[in-house]
């Protein structure tokens, strides 16, 4: 069965200190993952995805299929960064996401 | 094109009547995905549309629940016999094939059964 795990609901970091969300999945294709972001009072958007393998707001994530993870991380953490982040798992030729519970992350100064 | 709309933002009902959502994709998005999220949840897939085709339906998706999207542009769900467990955040959001599976989201409608 396809699965999304995010074992951590809150996460409270001191700003400029490294942040790490987990993200563990199950899937028995070939996974394609996200990293979504839900700003206070914002909708839903996309932070990163695996395939583009970029860096965006100073966040990388990388795929690691044999452990079955796709965690985020940035080494510096910016109050602005504080955020509800959602790794989410598709593969499916059609788009359906499947998204985990989600992770809170409060970066205080 | 300011992004997927959906109207309204808040909807407040009785048990047992029905409510309908409307959503509006992105221009030339072919492909448009309902899901809801529940508090403390992440959203879970309802329905998919690839242009005016309904191509799955989840099995959260009860006979109460319908969608449409006619000529492939804006989609409507529609919930009957609204119950109290249908109280949640119904999400849509639109994708364009060739973009792969980059979703963008509306904001939201916010369902309370009371």
Same mark, same amino acid.
């Given at each position: 069965a396809q699965r999304v795990t995010q074992p951590e609901k809150l996460l409270s970091v001191f700003k400029g200190a490294p942040v790490e969300l987990k993200c563990n999945y199950s899937y028995s294709g070939s996974p394609e993952l996200f990293w979504y972001v839900q700003y206070s009072r914002q909708r839903l958007q996309l932070l990163l995805r695996h395939i583009s393998r970029e860096s965006i707001k100073g966040f990388t994530a990388d795929l690691n299929k044999g452990e079955t993870s796709f965690h985020l991380k940035k080494p510096f953490a910016q109050e602005e960064d504080s955020a509800m982040y959602y790794c989410a798992l598709g593969g499916d030729s059609w788009?359906?996401?499947?998204?985990?519970a989600g992770t809170q992350v409060v970066v205080t100064p | 094109d300011t992004g997927v709309s959906q109207d309204p933002r808040h909807k407040i009902t009785k048990r047992g009547?029905?409510?309908?959502f409307r959503c509006d994709p992105i221009s030339e998005?072919? %492909?448009? +995905?309902w899901y809801r999220q529940t508090l403390g949840q992440g959203p879970e897939f309802l329905t998919y549309f690839q242009n005016e085709a309904q191509l799955e339906k989840s099995r959260l998706? $009860?006979? %109460?629940?319908? @969608?449409? %999207?006619?000529?492939?542009?804006? $989609?409507?769900l529609e919930i009957q016999r609204t119950e109290q467990g249908?109280? @949640?955040? +119904?999400?849509? @959001? $639109?994708?364009?094939e060739r973009e792969g599976n980059i979703? +963008?989201?509306? @904001?939201?409608? %916010?369902l309370s059964v009371l």
């Open positions: 788009g359906k996401l499947q998204f985990g | 009547q029905n409510v309908t998005h072919n %492909r448009l +995905y998706l $009860s006979d %109460r629940f319908s @969608a449409e %999207r006619p000529k492939g542009s804006f $989609s409507t249908d109280s @949640a955040m +119904y999400l849509c @959001a $639109s994708s364009l979703q +963008y989201f509306g @904001a939201g409608t %916010r």
